[in-house]
Every structure is written in C-alpha cells, then in structure tokens.
C-alpha cells in the first residue's frame, strides 16, 4: 500500500493511528482492552518500544511512541492482537464481529480468513514539543469527544492518568512537559 505516512527516521518519536477495519467497536469489554495492553507491555519490555502516551477507544488506539525499530513492531503487534480478538470472538461466539471482519478482508488479503486492523499506522513524526502537545491533548481528549468520559483522566484505557499524577492501567515513558 502506497502512503504519504511513513516512518522514515527509525529512532523518533511518533504520532501513530491503528484502527480496525471499517470502524467495528472491538474494545468493548475488558478482555478485548486486554489483548492491546498486554500487547502494548510485550512490546515495551522485549521491543524495546517507549510509549509516551496512549488511548484505547472502541474502535482504534493513538500512540505517541518511540523505538529503534517502530514500524516492524507496529506491525507485528497488530498482526498479534489480530488473532488473539479472532481467537476471543470465536470463543465468545461473536458471530456477527467475525462475519463483519470477513466481510470486510481486503480482497488481496488471501493468506487470512479474517481482517482486523486496516492497513498502516498512518505515523507522523513529531517534530516540535508543540507538535507534541498538541498530538498529546488530542489522544487524550479523544473518550471526552466521544461523549465516555467528562474528563481525559476518568478514561481507564489512556495515559492521560499519568500525566495528572493518577496511577495508571499501563506503565508508560513519562514524559517531562
């Protein structure tokens, strides 16, 4: 897939975006918050990715993140927490989520039944500390606009917890502001 979001300076940190396919809410239950956070310290501890900020929302996450090899470990964590949210939806028998993902598997997407994410991360590197600020409040407003929480600390799958002195749900790279 040809896209003007690249990773293109390994060692930087980055604004990333995963979503899954066609916008489906998969992080509705805190099994499927699971996959991504444990997925999320896998990488932090054997990856050696830094997580500087995060959010969870139904449908997709925000990164601001680092690693020496970021785009590798993007991809190998979603391509991980895909088959682990097939595994748990054909336990849960989630049929409709599985016949939405199939349904919407790219075409050229022959070696899998199913689709989770879409493709890409669509990285952008920041370049400025206001650049930074800004990707930063953005993710962490995001469960607020989406009308799940009042404020950004109230929401459970984000860091904004951190950045206002409150312990959090995932260990992350503090970043001093």
């Known amino acids: 897939?040809?896209?003007?979001?690249k990773i293109v300076e390994d060692g930087q940190?980055?604004?990333l975006t995963s979503t899954i396919i066609e916008w489906l809410p998969v992080f509705t239950r805190k099994v499927y918050f699971d996959i991504i956070l444990d997925s999320f310290n896998y990488s932090r501890r054997y990856k050696g990715l830094k997580i500087y900020a995060y959010v969870i929302m139904d449908n997709h996450f925000?990164?601001?993140?680092?690693?020496?090899?970021?785009?590798?470990?993007?991809k190998e964590l979603k391509s991980?927490?895909?088959r682990e949210i097939i595994k748990l939806a054909e336990q849960d028998k989630?049929?409709?989520?599985l016949n939405q993902l199939s349904f919407y598997r790219r075409k050229?997407?022959?070696?899998?039944?199913?689709q989770v994410w879409q493709e890409g991360s669509h990285p952008k590197q920041i370049v400025s500390e206001e650049m930074l600020r800004q990707k930063m409040e953005y993710l962490h407003h995001n469960p607020v606009r989406a009308g799940l929480a009042e404020r950004?600390?109230?929401w459970l799958y984000s860091s904004a917890r951190h950045y206002m002195g409150l312990p959090g749900i995932?260990?992350?790279d503090v970043l001093e502001l």
């Open 152 to 154: 950004p600390e109230e």
């Open 13 to 15: 940190i980055y604004f």
């Open 1 to 5: 897939m040809i896209t003007r979001y």
């Open 170 to 172: 995932l260990e992350i």
């Open 80 to 82: 991980h927490t895909a």
């Open 62 to 74: 925000h990164l601001i993140a680092q690693g020496d090899n970021l785009g590798k470990t993007i």
């Open 108 to 114: 050229h997407k022959i070696g899998s039944v199913h």
């Open 94 to 97: 989630k049929e409709w989520l």
